[in-house]
């Protein structure tokens, strides 16, 4: 692949398709950035919905992962914040 030209080899759609609407987050009946924006989900909360809706289609258990460690993140800055359960 020359590094100039980019994806030299695909198609100006197939090309747009993998930018703005990759398989991997379009398998359901909504994408998963308008589900995001549609609930106003922070970094941290919309990068655990984006690991956890593309794993099956993607890097499995790693996404799997990063959304754990997201979530950790959300849940101590929760906690912090008071909105946790614990005493």
């Known amino acids: 692949m ?19 609407h990759p398989k991997h987050y379009t398998s359901g009946s909504i994408e998963c950035i308008d589900y995001i924006n549609a609930c106003k989900f922070d970094y941290l909360e919309g990068n655990i919905v984006k ?12 996404d799997l992962r990063k ?11 929760e906690s912090i914040n008071g909105n946790g359960d614990e005493s």
């Not at 959304?67 to 800055?77: D, G, Q, T």
């Open 2 to 20: 020359d590094i100039a030209n980019g994806h030299n080899n695909m198609a100006e759609n197939d090309l747009n398709d993998i930018v703005n």
């Open 51 to 62: 690991y956890v809706t593309r794993y099956r289609n993607k890097n499995g258990v790693e």
């Open 67 to 77: 959304a754990e460690f997201y979530l950790r993140m959300l849940i101590e800055r």
